[in-house]
């Protein structure tokens, strides 16, 4: 995409910069604190000491992630519970890979799931390295070096369980299953053609999910799993049918969400809380 000059700061944006700001900041925030939490599922359950202390601290970064998204959002006068505690769960915009519940007891489905979002994560960052607004170009250089040792633990990990008969038939199960609902994390809205117009990011979802593909099908086939490219129409968009019922990009999610969110706020509910403290501010912060 060509180089596009540097956006002002959140005060002095135009409706339509905003908008796409926003708008890319609340897919950024949701997917990170969404996934965050469901990783806490795991804790406690993994399958060995090591990697439930590796799921915990991934679980941790994701959540610092999602507050640094969170915290450029505050810029345009939301306040936490507003993005967070008290929000209608309909106007969430995270990818529906990010709600579905685990499978039970069934650590390959977490593997997988990680190796997909990651895998995504990466060619996102990647694409806001020279985005156009400086807030959100000073925040990637925090997030990348953690989300690369989230990739390498992904995919070890994903090595390690195609070892045995077993695991290889539970990562294919969990393959063909997540599949569809990974395709989500590229899914456009109304808001895109402005976010690469005005250089917020460097790379459309359609090319990054180009390379997605490459990459993760030809992983899982070096691996011994059944991977294909879904089928897509004559501008690159994915077909209706390859993509599951629920997307989350556009707010519509599966009913595990609702739940999901029911529980996260549960305790903010119960405790009567109209915000939602800090034990210590980030000394990064402006």
Not at 104 to 125: K, M, T
Not at 129 to 151: L, M, N, T
């Amino acid at each position: 995409m060509a180089a596009t000059e540097s956006l002002s700061g959140p005060n002095d944006l135009d409706e339509r910069e905003r908008a796409a700001v926003e708008s890319l900041l609340y897919r950024l925030a949701d997917d990170e604190f969404v996934i965050a939490d469901r990783y806490t599922d795991w804790q406690v359950r993994a399958p060995t000491v090591e990697s439930d202390i590796a799921i915990a601290n991934i679980a941790q970064d994701e959540l610092g992630h999602a507050r640094l998204w969170y915290d450029l959002l505050e810029d345009f006068g939301h306040s936490e519970p507003d993005l967070i505690w008290e929000r209608d769960p309909e106007t969430f915009r995270h990818s529906t890979l990010c709600e579905l519940p685990f499978a039970e007891g069934d650590w390959a489905d977490a593997i997988v799931r990680s190796y997909f979002y990651d895998e995504a994560e990466h060619l996102r960052l990647e694409a806001l390295e020279e985005s156009s607004y400086p807030r959100i170009r000073d925040r990637v250089g925090k997030i990348v070096g953690e989300e690369g040792y989230h990739r390498e633990h992904a995919e070890n990990w994903l090595r390690r369980l195609v070892s045995g008969e077993e695991g290889r038939e539970r990562v294919q199960e969990a393959v063909d299953e997540l599949f569809p609902y990974a395709l989500t994390l590229f899914e456009e809205t109304e808001d895109d053609e402005a976010i690469d117009d005005l250089g917020l990011r460097t790379r459309t979802l359609s090319a990054m999910r180009e390379e997605w593909i490459e990459t993760v099908t030809g992983t899982l086939t070096e691996i011994g799993i059944d991977a294909r490219a879904p089928e897509t129409d004559e501008d690159g968009q994915v077909l209706t049918g390859e993509l599951p019922d629920h997307v989350g990009r556009d707010g519509d999610h599966t009913d595990h969400w609702a739940t999901h969110y029911d529980e996260i706020t549960n305790t903010y509910r119960e405790l009567g809380r109209d915000h939602a403290a800090r034990l210590m501010e980030d000394p990064d912060d402006e």
